[in-house]
């Protein structure tokens, strides 16, 4: 069965420093991988998904399939970056989103 | 990418009873899904639900305890039928279009009594 595996519940950083939040995965195919946010008293929102390669609010993840990851990462983290975040999964085409167990990231000032 | 409207957005329920969910997308989408969150946990699939058919539900999740409506492809309802304390969560439903990731509802968060 697919998987997404988040190490981190909890990765608290200053202002300007550099983020990077985990995510590995397991799939033997090739699947669609995604970076979902969720700010505080706000619906899921989708941040990146590795088939556009673009960069949302400075953040950038890269597909490694060798080492079935997806890693999201920022060069300098902002206090408003604090929120939960989802890495997930999808087989494709309408096939269902698996979900990591998220990371809860804190920017402090 | 599509605009996905749920309610009620909260409900506190006396156990027994039923809560159905309404979700309305401001545009077609192909496939919708249900979702329930847990107090700190993450998004666990409840059903895949098609236009026409019947949903596909996930090992642990019933039709009987959560059947699912999906008359057209831009509106679905999830029932929580026969509440127990055990069903207090959060409930997501989500919608993908062929063009984009996936979209969510703002959720219902559903306390059972």
């Known amino acids: 069965a697919q998987r997404v595996t988040q190490p981190e519940k909890l990765l608290s950083v200053f202002k300007g420093a550099p983020v990077e939040l985990k995510c590995n995965y397991s799939y033997s195919g090739s699947p669609e991988l995604f970076w979902y946010v969720q700010y505080s008293r706000q619906r899921l929102q989708l941040l990146l998904r590795h088939i556009s390669r673009e960069s949302i609010k400075g953040f950038t993840a890269d597909l490694n399939k060798g080492e079935t990851s997806f890693h999201l990462k920022k060069p300098f983290a902002q206090e408003e970056d604090s929120a939960m975040y989802y890495c997930?999964?999808?087989?494709?085409?309408?096939?269902?989103?698996?979900f990591g167990t998220g990371t809860r990231l804190l920017v402090s000032p | 990418s599509a605009v996905i409207s749920q309610k009620p957005s909260r409900d506190i329920c006396q156990r027994g009873t039923s809560l159905t969910i309404q979700c309305q997308v401001d545009?077609?989408?192909?496939?919708m899904f249900w979702y329930r969150q847990q107090p700190g946990q993450s998004l666990t699939l409840i059903a895949t639900a098609n236009q026409g058919s019947e949903a596909t539900y996930e090992s642990g999740f019933v039709i009987d305890k959560f059947p699912i409506s999906r008359p057209n492809l831009t509106f679905s309802t999830l029932t929580v039928s026969n509440m127990s304390p055990e069903d207090s969560s959060i409930y997501l439903c989500?919608?993908?279009?062929?063009?984009?990731?996936?979209?969510f509802g703002s959720g219902t968060r559903l306390t059972v009594v």
């Open positions: 997930a999964l999808s087989l494709g085409g309408f096939q269902k989103l698996v």
């Open positions: 545009s077609q989408v192909t496939m």
């Open positions: 989500s919608g993908r279009r062929s063009d984009y990731g996936y979209t």
